[in-house]
């Protein structure tokens, strides 16, 4: 009987010990995952896992990052690689995680990882399931929502620009006849893109095919790029943020020696500046103040905005009001930026400071143009000039 007993007794503890032991676990399995839905040690757990098929953080990036407008970005994904092969390297990166102050206890919340103390990454979550266990925890289960690989140089004054969808969204306008990079790499020519008019050309247009500016709307990249272009010459030239992910490339046109050439067959552009700014302080002779004169030695193109400003000008008073003066001295004089946009447009960038005797003071009259020069049933005419001043 007493033999029975202790069976019973063992089998009995043995039991309770076994539901103990399974209690223990299961609490302690519930209280690894309510430590672990911490946002920012889930998003330390992806980046120790991630792959490029490990179904999260590398398929996201893999599909919205290092495959978009510009093709196959190589170099963007081996940063991105790179950093995550060093977290298990002998020379670790020193990876920061931290959990964006703004979305804090929301079900959207968001972490910033920086590497080496340069930005790195900024991942979105989404709480995709709720439970309760043991009456008391609430366990979120999160998806990723979005993941922005980040430029390590940005400036963190910068405001990123975010889409709903937590992805940036670009407008980058370029010139017609640069190609747009993203990270060095082209764009794909499949990429859409709308046309503009470029304000320069504006007096030109009517004239002569002018370059457009190219308007390029890149939605949801998973990365944050370096925006430039390659120019006509094939030279890499930087976008200018105007806005929040809003950039331009400016229409500097590279010279060449063939723009060059071809205006020494048409058009001596220092004579034409020089006469011009002779005729802008009286001092063409010639009927009409020299108008007919500037007419013909400049080139000028009837009906267009230049020549109909000069038109103006010749039958202004205000003509008359300017002649009290000496010429003494022409100055600093260049011709430079011969650029040639197609067989029929030419232009040239033409500097002088003109020094006069006034009312026996001296003064300097500086000339800083862009001559456009068309060509029209085989003759070449200037259609417009635009003012450099301030922009050197």
């Known amino acids: 009987m007493k033999s029975k007993f202790w069976r019973i007794y063992l089998v009995y503890v043995a039991v309770i010990l076994a539901l103990l032991a399974g209690l223990h676990f299961y609490v302690k399995g519930i ?6 839905q911490d946002p920012v040690k889930y998003v330390g757990e992806l980046l120790q896992n991630a792959s490029e098929k490990d179904g999260s953080l590398g398929e996201f990036l893999e599909k919205n990052a290092f495959n978009g407008p510009a093709g196959s970005m190589t170099a963007t994904k081996d940063r991105f690689y790179g950093v995550l092969q060093s977290l298990k390297g002998t020379d670790a990166a020193q990876i ?9 206890g929301s079900t959207d919340p968001v ?3 920086t590497a080496n103390g340069k930005p790195f990454l900024r991942v979105g979550l989404h709480e995709a399931n709720k439970i309760t266990k043991l009456m008391i925890m609430t366990i979120s289960d999160w998806d990723i929502s979005s993941a922005v690989l980040l430029d390590p140089d940005r400036d963190a004054a910068t405001q990123l620009p ?13 010139p017609e006849g640069f190609t747009l990079l993203l990270d060095g790499t082209p764009v794909s020519a499949d990429v859409n893109f709308a046309e503009a008019a470029l304000p320069e050309f504006e007096y030109v247009a009517p004239y002569a095919e002018v370059p457009a500016g190219l308007l390029y709307d890149l939605k949801g990249l998973a ?37 060059m050439n071809k205006m020494a067959e048409i058009a001596d552009p220092l004579y034409i ?5 002779q005729f802008m302080t009286d001092d063409v002779a010639g009927s009409y103040h020299g108008f007919y004169t500037v007419v013909r030695e400049c080139k000028l193109l009837e009906g267009s905005n230049l020549y109909d400003l000069a ?16 010429i003494t001295a022409w100055n600093k004089e260049s011709i430079s930026n011969y650029i040639q946009y197609s067989e029929d447009l030419l232009s040239c960038d033409v500097y002088f400071e003109k ?38």
């Open 223 to 259: 990365f944050e790029p370096k925006i430039s272009a390659l120019n006509n010459a094939g030279q890499e030239v930087a976008a200018v943020m105007t806005a929040p992910g809003v950039y331009s490339v400016p229409s500097n046109f590279a010279e060449t020696p063939e723009a």
């Open 111 to 113: 972490v910033n990882v």
């Open 311 to 326: 038109e103006r000008w010749a039958d202004s008073v205000d003509i008359t009001f300017v002649s009290n003066h000496v």
């Open 273 to 277: 500046g020089e006469l011009w700014s």
């Open 96 to 104: 920061e995680l931290t959990e964006d102050p703004a979305h804090i």
């Open 162 to 174: 975010f889409g709903e969808n937590g992805l940036l969204n670009y407008s980058v306008e370029i």
């Open 31 to 36: 209280m690894v995952r309510y430590e672990n």
């Open 355 to 392: 020094e006069m005797r006034v009312a026996g003071q001296q003064r300097v009259d500086v000339f800083d143009n862009r001559m456009y020069f068309v060509r029209i049933d085989g003759n070449w005419y200037l259609a417009d000039m635009l003012s450099l001043a301030g922009t050197h």
